[in-house]
């Protein structure tokens, strides 16, 4: 949140554009618009540039794609320049890469930080839109570019007694910036999704104590993470511009070596021996065993089953290890997590794994919380309990359309966009890896790169052609959201309840929000779009008509 004890004077300011968020999507987004010498505005309730890795911080954050493929590529200088560390870079590295970004690039001067913005209202006399922050500033622009991030607006269950609780509380995607120390502490941590499963081994080599508060087990895929070798870097930096290109060719802008048949067209014994090799490898990976397990249940089932039998052998308790083997949902359905000795961490005396499906939690104490079954006591508890992902960040900020409607009254009955960037009734707003695209289901860097550079050719020819107002139509976004529909379900996606669908979100409608397509054909229909005029877009503006049908 930004610092209240923090003054400065309300801002009253007009720009071409004004972007919301300086995560990695932002400050692209702000490169690529100074590149057509417009005007722009970064707002950002961080202090910092970063994004998601601005505030999470919690113990053992790291990204789950090799750091060689999650990093921007529009840049040689800077692709050649940096140096990681590691396979798998922590939270601090990915953090110091959006710095040396952001200052090689001088982005600072054209960002606001510590603000947050608590209204964005379309007008339809002027195709402009006004922008209004915690500070009292006034924007005023005639684009506005949402990169708020998809997983931006932390979650905590509203758990009845949630203030009374006289111990330390933590969230995952919220985490402090001075160091937290765990040692000989009680800890009690809620919820298994990713960021727990990178935290708990962290937390639990530290505190007297950890107990995890499992709803819904997990799979996960050892990192094997270690130190960039020089070799491993110079064969990427030696490479990069077709390495990127292959990356963008595929499925999710991640090149995982993809094996192309299915896992039930060998023997099993062959089967398991491409999995150990995938396991001994590590990362996720491992889900490119075979061209077939998001779509084939019983291929699927013999990745889930030998994950499962992986956690099995792993963990020492056997009554612990069936709780921590999925079987709620196919593997790969919900994230799939990438760790470093999560299951381990079970074996360690101080941990102990409580499952609340079958002793639900009651209520937070003044000592600690209750579940239906026992009473426990903390001297900290982490709330590892996800995001509002996709839509939170927009449905919360005030953001009006065309006559007044409100996005949120918009997306009541679930997001609806066309193509992501675009919704039907909100002129000039784009949003950079929104709802109906890749996103989430992708490598963001290259999902970010695809998205700022769509919508930056768009304005471009917006300008060209003197075109000062572009929105979705009704049926052009009616049109994606079926079509988006029609492909998860030839997949094994929507049988989990997952925050894909919302499913975290007590109320949220359950509706798959990512598009499952692939980036390759993403990207494709992308560009037929613009090379066709930016067909199922209509247009306002003085010339409107006469250019945009040239």
């Known amino acids: 949140m ?6 400065r004077p309300a801002i009253t300011a007009s720009h071409d554009v004004v972007i919301v968020g300086a995560g990695f999507g932002g400050m692209y987004q702000l490169h690529r618009l100074r590149g057509l010498g417009l005007s722009a505005k970064v707002i950002d309730a961080a202090s910092g540039v970063g994004g998601t890795w601005y505030w999470n911080r919690y113990p053992g954050a790291r990204c789950d794609v090799e750091s060689m493929q999650y990093s ?3 840049s040689e200088e800077i692709q050649q320049e940096w140096k990681w560390p590691e396979l798998f870079s922590a939270q601090p590295d990915i953090l110091k890469y959006a710095n040396f970004v952001a200052d090689k690039l001088d982005l600072r001067r054209d960002m606001l930080f510590d603000t947050r913005v608590t209204e964005a209202k379309f007008d339809d006399t002027t195709n402009q839109w006004t922008v209004g922050t915690s500070r009292g500033d006034r924007f005023t622009a005639n684009f506005l570019i949402m990169a708020s991030g998809c997983l931006s607006s932390a979650r905590v269950p509203d758990f009845k007694g949630l203030n009374t609780f006289k111990g330390k509380t933590y969230h995952t995607g919220a985490w402090p910036h001075e160091a937290v ?3 000989g502490l009680r800890v009690g941590v809620i919820g298994t999704g990713s960021s727990a499963i990178q935290a708990i081994p962290v937390i639990a ?3 007297a104590s950890v107990t995890v508060f499992q709803r819904t087990p997990n799979f996960s895929i050892p990192s094997r993470n ?4 020089e070799e491993y870097e110079r064969k990427w930096k030696d490479d990069y511009a077709a390495l990127r290109a292959k990356a963008r060719a595929t499925r999710n802008g991640i090149i995982a070596y993809p094996n192309d048949f299915s896992a039930l067209s060998i023997s099993p014994a062959e089967r398991d021996a491409i999995y150990e090799a995938r396991w001994a490898t590590g990362g996720t990976t491992f889900m490119a065993a075979f061209n077939d397990l998001i779509f084939d249940q019983a291929a699927n089932d013999t990745a889930a089953e030998f994950v499962r039998g992986k956690i099995k052998q792993i963990v020492k308790d056997p009554a612990t290890a069936e709780l921590l083997a999925p079987t709620s949902h196919p593997i790969g359905t919900k994230r799939i997590c990438v760790d470093t000795r999560y299951f381990e961490a079970y074996n360690r005396p101080n941990v102990r794994l409580i499952d609340v499906r079958s002793a639900p939690i009651e209520e937070l104490t003044p000592a600690g919380l209750r579940t239906t079954s026992a009473s426990y006591e903390f001297d900290a508890i982490v709330f590892a309990t996800g995001f509002d992902a996709m839509t939170g960040a927009l449905t919360g900020m005030g953001i009006e359309g065309s006559g007044g409607r409100p996005l949120e009254a918009e997306w009541r009955d679930g997001p609806r966009t066309y193509l992501g960037p675009m919704t039907a009734d909100f002129p000039n707003l784009f949003m950079i890896t929104g709802p109906g695209s890749p996103s989430v289901l992708s490598n963001m860097m290259v999902s970010i790169e695809q998205d700022v550079n769509w919508i930056t050719d768009c304005l471009s020819w917006l300008r060209s052609h003197g075109i000062a107002r572009m929105e979705a139509t009704r049926k052009a976004q009616d049109d994606w959201v079926l079509h988006g529909i029609e492909v998860a379900n030839t997949t094994l996606y929507p049988k989990a309840a997952s925050w894909y669908m919302g499913a975290n979100i007590p109320g949220k409608p359950r509706v798959f929000m990512p598009y499952i397509g692939g980036v390759a054909s993403y990207h494709d229909k992308c560009a037929e779009i613009a090379a066709n005029g930016y067909t199922g877009f209509q247009f306002g503006g003085a ?6 049908a040239e």
Do not use: I, R
Not at 226 to 229: A, I, K, S
């Open 2 to 7: 930004p610092d209240a004890t923090q003054t």
């Open 72 to 74: 921007f590529g529009f």
């Open 181 to 183: 120390d765990f040692t």
């Open 205 to 207: 080599a530290q505190a």
């Open 226 to 229: 270690g130190p960039m070798t």
């Open 543 to 548: 010339e409107k008509v006469a250019q945009a």
